[in-house]
Structures are given as C-alpha cells and as structure tokens.
C-alpha cells in the first residue's frame, strides 16, 4: 500500500492557510527573514489549531534539535524551516490532542504532511520529489 492509497481529508480552510505560509515568489516563507518566518509558523499554527479544535501548539526552531513533537509541553521542535516537517510534527500533536485518526501515527503523519503539501503547493511538491529532499512521498510504499 503507498501513502498515497490511505485516507486523510485536507480540508479547503487547511488549504488555504497552507498556501499563505508558503505563499510564491518574494513573498515564500523561505525568502523572509527568520522573525518573519517564525511569526507565519506561528499564525499557520493558531489558525490550523483552530480548525481541529486544540490548542496552539508552541512551534520553536533549534538547529541542536531533530524535528519532533512533545506531547506533555504540546510543543513542536523544527531544526530548520521545514514545511513539511511542520506539517509532519503538527500531525502528530493533532492525533495526540484529539486521539484521531485510530492508525499507526508515523504512517498517519507522513500522509497528512505529504497530501497536505501537495494539495497546497503541487509545483512545490513536485519539485522537492524531483531532487530528492523528501524522506517519503505519496508514491512510496508504507512502512512503519
């Protein structure tokens, strides 16, 4: 079974909050600087949280840390900004906070920060597969 195949709704406010964080051109997340940055983390936080109905989690960027998620701080570490790890993390602190979907969370976040990425930004997503900096993609077989 790939990634691709397992279920996992992205809903259009999701969408478009997603298409504002990384928004095209000069105004991409990736061109600003970093208070700016952090400040779209955070706003893409709020709003997303909103939606699944928990709080905001605390979104800190920290080269000495691998992404991750903390449940008991509901606080998620990213190394550098990453979308996809943002995604990927904030998957994991909406399965934690509200106990769904019911699946192994590992394959239930690659899926959800892959589709979400790639509903949001497909010329995006494209072009990450095409040079390789994803560790998974939709077409990858699952593994746990």
Known sequence: MKYSEIECEISPQLVAATRWLISRKEYSIWKQP???QNRRIDVWA?????QYGIEKPTVVIDK???PSYTPWEHKIR?????VVSLFHEFAHAIQVRTGKPKMESEVWARTFSCKLF???SP???RRACERK???FTLDDEVRA
């Open 123 to 125: 010329l995006n997503y």
């Open 34 to 36: 970093e208070t700016e």
């Open 133 to 135: 900096t994803l560790l």
């Open 64 to 66: 000495s840390f691998s």
């Open 78 to 82: 990213l190394n550098k900004v990453s």
């Open 46 to 50: 709020g709003e997303v949280s909103m």
């Open 118 to 120: 790639k509903t949001a």
